[in-house]
């Protein structure tokens, strides 16, 4: 498979597209017809198919501290039934984002797109060879998909990505906080679909450490995509200390995020993604 490293010169030439001037989120923007199907996974684990091209974001399917931190219910997909992957897409290094346990599990011959060279040593030292950091506003093509690193905000060094191909073209917002980027990205690409983390976990003295339902919905909105579906909002603490720390911390739901964007903007469509359920733009 043909996969080129591009300059971000080149990058933004590929992708600058034209903007319709329709308002935002206005439904009568042409039809995409480039197939796409997104399946969660669950938490940031999300399979993105487009234009045949099959990539993983953030996988997290094991439990990395001993039952401490786990997903709430069942993972959508097992590790074993995932499909052949073309990209694996890493917004972070954080264990809900890049699980090494199961990594070294996957075929190490696939490409790894990760936002910083810390990570990258990690990954390499389970044996995958093609790994590539991207910075950001550079690119990379996996087959005839577009992979853009974009700016985030987070605890750790983190990139949001924009993967496109043909007339789609899908934010992958990790598990950033609101950042003012997002209306350059919503003017640099056309979006089809962007998943945002809703969880608002927050810190004493540091703050707000991902997006609430309240700053993705206003993410959406500046972002201009036409759908928009949450993810990062379920996750389970076991140990009866942690639950006690983290209470009142993460505070975002689905629920909440999609009656916030309906206030906002009645446009863009939400879709709420159970793990294993899928959303095609058919
Ligand atoms: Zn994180």
């Known amino acids: 498979m043909a996969e080129t490293k591009e300059s971000s010169v080149v990058a933004s030439r590929v992708l600058r597209k034209e903007r319709t001037q329709m308002p935002k989120g206005n439904t009568a923007r042409k039809k995409h017809v480039t197939p796409l199907k997104i399946t969660e996974v669950g938490h940031s684990t999300m399979l993105i198919e487009m234009a045949g091209v099959k990539i993983l974001t953030d996988p997290w399917f094991t439990d990395p501290i001993l039952g401490i931190v786990t997903h709430p219910h069942s993972i959508g997909m097992r590790l074993e039934d995932l499909p052949e992957l073309?990209?694996?897409?890493?917004?972070?290094?954080?264990?809900?984002?890049?699980?090494?346990?199961?990594?070294?599990?996957?075929?190490?011959?696939?490409?790894?797109?990760?936002?910083?060279?810390?990570?990258?040593?990690?990954?390499?030292?389970?044996?995958?060879?093609?790994?590539?950091?991207?910075?950001?506003?550079?690119?990379?093509?996996?087959?005839?998909?577009?992979?853009?690193?974009?700016?985030?905000?987070?605890?750790?060094?983190?990139?949001?990505?924009?993967?496109?191909?043909?007339?789609?073209?899908?934010?992958?917002?990790?598990?950033?906080?609101?950042?003012?980027?997002?209306?350059?990205?919503?003017?640099?690409?056309?979006?089809?679909?962007?998943?945002?983390?809703?969880?608002?976990?927050?810190?004493?003295?540091?703050?707000?450490?991902?997006?609430?339902?309240?700053?993705?919905?206003?993410?959406a909105v500046q972002l201009k995509t036409r759908v928009a579906i949450p993810i990062h909002y379920n996750i389970s603490l076991t140990v009866p200390f942690l639950k006690r720390l983290f209470d009142g911390r993460v505070t975002g739901t689905a629920e909440l995020f999609a009656a916030e964007l309906k206030r906002r903007n009645r446009y863009v469509k939400v879709v709420v993604l159970n793990p294993g359920e899928s959303w095609e733009n058919t």
């Not at 936002?115 to 550079?138: M, N």
């Not at 993967?163 to 980027?181: L, M, P, Q």
């Open 86 to 219: 073309d990209a694996i897409l890493i917004s972070h290094g954080h264990f809900d984002h890049c699980d090494l346990k199961a990594m070294a599990q996957m075929d190490k011959s696939t490409a790894v797109i990760v936002p910083e060279e810390k990570t990258a040593a990690r990954i390499r030292k389970l044996g995958y060879s093609e790994i590539t950091v991207l910075t950001k506003w550079e690119s990379r093509l996996v087959s005839r998909v577009c992979v853009t690193a974009l700016p985030a905000g987070h605890l750790a060094p983190e990139c949001t990505y924009v993967i496109s191909s043909g007339d789609s073209a899908v934010f992958f917002g990790g598990d950033t906080r609101y950042i003012k980027e997002f209306r350059r990205i919503g003017e640099t690409f056309d979006l089809t679909v962007a998943l945002l983390p809703v969880n608002g976990l927050s810190f004493p003295l540091i703050g707000k450490v991902v997006m609430d339902a309240v700053d993705a919905a206003e993410a």
